[in-house]
């Protein structure tokens, strides 16, 4: 598999982690479940959101190469 065909894998990997942990950590906290659920799955949202922004700046990069 081609860097570009697996960097878009990966971002798609990491929305779907974000959407998945964005509503755990919504629903968490709308509940006011358990403080440490509650933190623990924003902090996943926060790391993964990071993640991507990692991922989109490799593509941005990519692109300016091919231009």
């Known amino acids: 598999m081609n860097k570009q065909s697996q960097l878009i894998l990966d971002m798609r990997h990491v929305a779907n982690d974000l959407r998945d942990y964005g509503h755990l950590a919504y629903h968490n906290e709308l509940h006011d479940l ?4 509650a933190t623990f799955w924003t902090e996943e949202v926060e790391k993964q959101m990071v993640k991507m922004m990692q991922l989109i700046k490799r593509y941005n990069d990519q692109v300016k190469e091919l231009v």
């Open 34 to 37: 358990n403080d440490t659920d």
